[in-house]
């Protein structure tokens, strides 16, 4: 059977005419999941009677959850067991839901947290579920927005679960979280093609173990490591033994005849491009968000807090999620234009420019807004970029494994920006106080923006060193990944994005896409699918 550029020509499963509505709504489901997480924080705290800190873990876990299972469900995605495992998944978040709202205390509220860290994969999944399904254009317009629902989502998820919490309690805005996972349960059910024509493929259980081990430690001792001493014995021991671990996963998936995620797709420019950038834009954009939503709840005796409510600190989210959908907008424009790595760069420079004003300029709560419509336009282009990259450059069927891998590191940056949020502004806090110094939210934010320095830089010169690799490689005979070539708009940077990476390529002079020609895509309309 013969490869488009997204997927496979003749679907063998019919296509539900709301497949794209209904991902999309599974989209929202993990937002509202994210959502239960940073504008709460202070509220667990306060609700189970533990440190601001330490109620950071509700946050944390779902993350490093997330990290390890996203590519086990991205490898089973890619196989005949897409459906069940997307359905399982939802089951998950909403078992972990139901599990957090019961009045049971602060362990049980981190299981369930844990549990819904499952559902957090779905994006890939459905990324690759709309490859299979869509013609090359509408699967790549696809691809986009279910990248961006995620962060667009925020400013849905987070005051509607703040409104909850606010008026019913914490255990409510979780009950909200179990009755949003059951209606994307029913969706699921509904639209969710099958991919049974899919071969089974075996899945790294031993490699996902060694995955989680270590970033497992590496997160310990990244929040441990103010309590513990950052030259502590046990620190030193926890963090080698994390490298090394890390490091025996790195060697097993290379080695592996059907690895968890393989490694050897970072040698194209596109992947690895777009996997560093997912890293250091996580943790930049998570330090803002786990920053900002705690500050404004700040209370006004502090001397810099705004003394907001949940509900309020959910609010401030609004215009990061209205201006990503703008991005992604003004990203599809751009792409036309401008090579990829340099729209990734923009979008950082973006979020650059608003972590300076964070960091300079918050003591109202308009600069707080405006801080957080810039982070959305930066937010958004970087994410609108990301999947073309990876897609347009492995194989029909490495999609839910290489869009997971990226999601998994997207999450590990979340993650640490989140815990780095906590070590910041825990740093910050007199013995005997329960608050920070106001100069804690300024070092969180230069320390952002070192992330975001770092993510334009490698958006801008991984793709040419690539190249420049590739092109040595070439004038020795050595293989090398397939030719960007075929797309203007991604040969500069070596990108590959809209090439397709499978092995039985239509012959030279055969038909073509439109996306190859370089036409614009077709506006998307769900009442075709």
């Known amino acids: ?36 997480g940073a504008p709460l924080i202070p509220t667990v705290a306060e609700t189970d009677h533990i440190s601001v800190n330490d109620a950071q873990w509700a946050l944390t876990v779902t993350f490093l959850v997330a990290a390890v299972a996203t590519p086990l469900t991205g490898r089973l995605g890619d196989g005949p067991h897409r459906r069940r495992v997307i359905i399982v998944s ?92 059951a209606l994307g349960l029913v969706v699921a059910a509904v639209v969710v093609p099958s991919s049974a024509h899919r071969p089974r493929r075996p899945v790294d259980l031993p490699g996902a173990v060694l995955l989680g081990a270590a970033l497992v430690g590496m997160l310990l001792s990244l929040s441990e490591g103010e309590s513990w001493g950052w030259t502590s014995p046990l620190l030193i021991c926890v963090v080698t033994g994390s490298v090394l671990v890390l490091a025996g996963w790195v060697v097993r998936e290379l080695l592996a005849a059907h690895p968890l995620v393989d490694l050897r797709l970072l040698r194209r420019p596109s992947i690895l491009t777009a996997d560093v950038s997912a890293l250091l834009a996580g943790v930049g954009m998570y330090l803002l968000i786990s920053l900002v939503t705690r500050f404004v709840q700040t209370p006004v005796g502090s001397g810099y807090g705004l003394g907001a409510s949940v509900f309020v600190a959910g609010l401030v989210l609004v215009p990061f999620s209205a201006a990503s959908v703008v991005a992604t907008r003004i990203t599809r424009a751009l792409a036309a234009r401008i090579p990829a790595g340099a729209a990734l760069a923009l979008g950082a420079a973006v979020m650059l420019l608003a972590m300076a004003v964070f960091s300079c300029a918050r003591s109202t709560m308009v600069e707080v807004l405006v801080v ?48 780095m949020s906590a070590v910041v502004l825990e740093a910050h806090t007199a013995r005997g106080r329960d608050l920070p110094s106001g100069a804690g939210y300024t070092d969180g934010g230069l320390i952002a923006c070192a992330m975001w320095i770092a993510t334009a830089l490698a958006a801008v010169m991984l793709p040419r060193l690539r190249a420049r690799v590739a092109t040595a490689a070439g004038s020795t005979g050595a293989p090398d990944a397939p030719s960007a070539a075929a797309d203007p708009v991604l040969a500069d940077e070596g990108l590959a994005g809209a090439v397709p990476a499978t092995p039985d390529l239509p012959p030279a002079g055969g038909p073509r896409s439109r996306a190859m020609e370089g036409a614009a895509p077709a506006p998307y309309d769900p009442s075709e699918d």
């Open 1 to 36: 059977m013969t490869h488009g550029l997204l997927r496979q020509d003749a679907p063998p499963a019919p296509v539900h005419r709301f497949l794209v509505p209904g991902l999309v709504f599974m989209g929202m489901v993990v937002a509202v999941v994210s959502s239960l």
């Open 90 to 181: 939802l089951a998950a978040v909403m078992l972990g839901a139901i599990l957090a709202a019961l009045p049971l205390g602060f362990a049980f509220l981190l299981v369930g947290r844990a549990l819904q860290g499952i559902g957090l994969g779905l994006t890939p999944l459905g990324i690759t579920a709309v490859r299979d399904a869509l013609p090359a254009e509408r699967a790549r317009l696809a691809a986009a927005v279910l990248s961006v629902t995620t962060v667009a989502g925020v400013g849905l998820g987070y005051p509607v679960t703040g409104l909850v919490a606010q008026f019913g309690g914490l255990h409510a805005a979780f009950w909200f979280g179990a009755v949003v996972s």
């Open 372 to 419: 957080m419509a810039l982070a959305g336009l930066g937010v958004g282009a970087i994410f609108a970029v990301m999947p073309g990259l990876i897609v347009g450059s492995v194989p029909a069927q490495e999609t839910g494994s290489a869009t997971s891998f990226n999601q998994v590191i997207r999450y590990i940056g979340y993650a640490a920006g989140s815990t």
